[in-house]
């Protein structure tokens, strides 16, 4: 890439002068290599439009803007405008930042508010009301974002989602099936019918077309931040608000307010490493998780061997007991992450564990320093040809958040409520334990897993790579990097091979079918492991940077993941 930097630069001078020169050709696929530019995403007509800003001569935030607002579009299940997510930046000098569009509690909200008379949670209540949203954030951290990093103008970054919106595109197979088996629940949650549900059954191919949500587009396109978080998009949220028992209210919409954050960085291997700060408890936990096996030898150890799953296993349980006790919002609590990521710390933390026994979960508790989340969010990468790079995760937790479509506004709402350990304390319906240190306050930020990180090798960009999957985001991560750096396995194996998670409670492993060897499963029971089999963990959209400069793409096939490069 890097060799190619005079024509390139010889190339955007032609462009801005006006010279019109043909790009080269856009390659499309999971695992493309390309030479100027790559962008990853969970939905190909996503990828398109991000590869599009980046050929007009956009960089990748541009690109990453262009591609979060056609997700919303194009990826309903989890793309949005309606929910949050962190972006991470790297870019060409080596400087690096993260905007937090993670939504807020509204300002109505309190401790209890999802729980009964008797203390117990009422079922569904932090999931499938309106009561569930947080106040989103997405809008107001693509504008702050763009404005600056942006190269192009927001009008020509937004335009692309409004055109898809409005022309419609072709549902994916995957996406025919999902919009199929909601129907129902779409029906059951909405007065009126939204866009996903059609007469008969989807399939693929079909076209999507969205006019309402291409209106609450263009409103944002022409008033900016104005276009959603006043006038007739937030008459419309408050209006969706009255219309069950939801909280948000003008001056939540008004007050939101997306913010850029220091990242957090760590070295492994003498690689640097770097992740999204609290509220996500994704970076402490891949950190954390990097310090914990620093000492060990994983390649020794071997690949899925008996060995490789204790050791990290015992390593997430850890990760997953400090997480619960000491993550939340950094603006609300002290979140120590100096002393959780001090590897004199993380030595400390990871001798008290049996080379050949498992230790129970009960047995693990929060070290002594002197949630849950859904499946469904979506992870894209962006590689521009200038060098700088993002790592954007974005989501409304579960699939389609709270299938609770804003009435004339043709978005989903989030139900990020859940997000927040809303009984401390208590294992949630997931099975993941959160402390007060999450626990529900007006403005508060719920956590997140959420892990957009980056990874640099002599200083240089290398990694780029993130994933949804609730909980099992940071593990998924973790494995993705040791995959690269102490198994050698190129980008697309990386991406690829069987993933296993342990997220200290519930106590088990949990193990895509087939990843781990019968032998090594024998022998994980034999050590007093739980194990639990499960089709799919996490779906990485993932680049590496080749020696020779080239960009190479990690497209998850465990999903509709695109890449498109140039
Ligand atoms: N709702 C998924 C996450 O924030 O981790």
Redesign the pocket.
């Given at each position: 890439m890097r060799t190619n930097r005079i024509v390139i630069s010889f190339f955007a001078i032609l462009l801005i002068t006006g010279c019109h020169e043909t790009p080269s050709p856009v390659i499309t696929g999971r695992n493309i290599t390309a030479e100027h530019g790559m962008v990853v995403s969970a939905h190909p007509e996503a990828s398109k439009t991000g590869i599009s800003i980046l050929q007009k001569g956009g960089n990748a935030i541009d690109a990453a803007v262009a591609t979060e607002f056609a997700l919303a579009v194009c990826y309903p299940e989890a793309g949005n405008i309606g929910g949050g997510g962190f972006m991470l930046i790297r870019m060409n000098d080596g400087s690096t930042d993260v905007i937090d569009y993670r939504e807020k509690a509204p300002l109505g909200a309190s401790r209890d508010m999802f729980l009964d008379e008797k203390g117990n949670l009422t079922e569904g209540s932090s999931t499938e009301t309106r009561l569930a949203a947080g106040v989103p954030g997405t809008v107001d951290g693509m504008i702050r974002v763009h404005e600056k990093y942006g190269r192009l103008s927001f009008r020509e970054i937004i335009q692309p989602a409004i055109d898809l919106a409005t022309k419609g595109f072709p549902v994916t197979e995957g996406q025919a099936k999902t919009f199929n088996s909601n129907k129902e629940y779409f029906l059951r949650m909405n007065a009126s019918r939204p866009a996903f549900v059609k007469d008969g059954e989807w399939k693929a191919g079909d076209i999507l077309r969205q006019p309402e949500l291409a209106a609450t587009l263009e409103r944002i396109r022409d008033n900016g931040r104005d276009g959603f978080y006043s006038g007739k998009t937030a008459e419309m949220i408050i209006n969706e608000m009255k219309r069950g028992n939801g909280i948000i209210s003008a001056r939540d919409l008004d007050e939101y307010e997306a913010v850029f954050r220091k990242p957090l960085s760590g070295e492994y291997r003498g690689y640097r490493i770097i992740s999204i700060p609290p509220p996500s408890s994704g970076g402490i936990i891949l950190l954390q998780l990097l310090g914990m096996m620093e000492p060990w030898s994983l390649r020794e150890a071997g690949f899925h061997s008996l060995k490789t799953v204790h050791l990290i296993a015992e390593a997430e349980k850890r990760a997953f007991a400090d997480r619960a006790e000491y993550a939340g919002d950094p603006d609300f609590v002290r979140v120590h992450a100096d002393i959780l990521l001090d590897p004199e710390y993380l030595k400390r933390r990871f001798i008290d564990f049996d080379l050949n026994m498992a230790t129970g979960s009960m047995q693990v508790k929060a070290g002594a320093l002197t949630g849950y989340?859904?499946d469904e969010?979506t992870h894209y990468s962006v590689v521009d040809d200038y060098g700088n790079a993002v790592s954007a995760t974005t989501?409304l937790?579960n699939t389609f958040g709270s299938s609770i479509v804003v009435e004339g506004a043709g978005f989903l709402l989030n139900d990020?409520m859940d997000?927040f350990s809303v009984k401390p304390g208590t294992p949630n319906m997931y099975g993941l334990v959160g402390g007060e240190a999450n626990s529900i306050s007006p403005g508060k930020r719920m956590l997140?897993?959420?892990t957009p990180s980056i990874v640099e090798k002599d200083g240089k960009l290398f990694l780029v790579a993130g994933s949804p999957g609730?909980s099992t985001?940071p593990t998924t991560v973790f494995q993705v990097i040791t995959n690269v750096i102490d198994y050698k396995m190129n980008i697309r194996q990386a991406v690829d091979t069987g993933r296993f998670h342990d997220q200290w409670l519930p106590d088990y492993i949990m193990f895509e079918i087939g990843t781990i060897d019968s032998l090594v499963i024998k022998g994980l029971k034999g050590m007093n492991y739980n194990l639990r089999e499960r089709t799919t963990i996490g779906s990485v959209n993932a680049v590496e940077i080749l020696p020779d400069g080239k960009i190479a793409a990690g497209a998850d096939w465990r999903g509709n993941n695109t890449a498109c490069g140039y």
């Open positions: 989340e859904s969010t989501t937790n990020q997000d997140s897993s959420m609730g985001i």
